[in-house]
């Protein structure tokens, strides 16, 4: 799931610190996975730019109820990561 993040788009969730990757697993096909992660410019004595901690990554089945998630803003991830690597504030559409 980490590896597919450069090309994945991301929701933020609505504590707004957090972010929510979601894909559907393919065996078996009725489950999603969903990581919920954060995004933290790396200290300046770090050999990398950005730190990325996993929150918490589990499966739910799609459809159910009790798992909806409110998904109201939704940004690519390379966005994210520059904008958090230039301490630049993200900028939702209105919903």
Do not use: C, W
């Given at each position: 799931?980490?590896?597919?993040?450069?090309?994945?788009?991301?929701?933020?969730?609505?504590?707004?610190?957090?972010?929510?990757?979601?894909?559907a697993l393919i065996e078996p096909p009725e489950l999603e996975y969903r990581m919920f992660f954060t995004?933290?410019?790396?200290?300046?004595?770090?050999?990398?730019?950005?730190?990325?901690?996993?929150?918490?990554?589990?499966?739910?089945?799609?459809?159910?109820?009790?798992?909806?998630?409110?998904?109201?803003?939704?940004?690519?991830?390379?966005?994210?990561?520059?904008?958090?690597?230039?301490?630049?504030?993200?900028?939702?559409?209105?919903?």
């Amino acid at each position: 799931m980490v590896a597919a993040l450069p090309t994945a788009k991301v929701h933020q969730t609505p504590e707004r610190r957090n972010y929510l990757y979601a894909t559907a697993l393919i065996e078996p096909p009725e489950l999603e996975y969903r990581m919920f992660f954060t995004v933290r410019r790396a200290p300046v004595e770090a050999r990398h730019h950005l730190d990325l901690f996993v929150e918490s990554a589990y499966a739910v089945e799609i459809g159910d109820p009790k798992a909806r998630l409110k998904r109201p803003n939704t940004v690519r991830f390379q966005v994210l990561a520059l904008k958090t690597y230039r301490n630049e504030p993200l900028r939702f559409a209105p919903r």
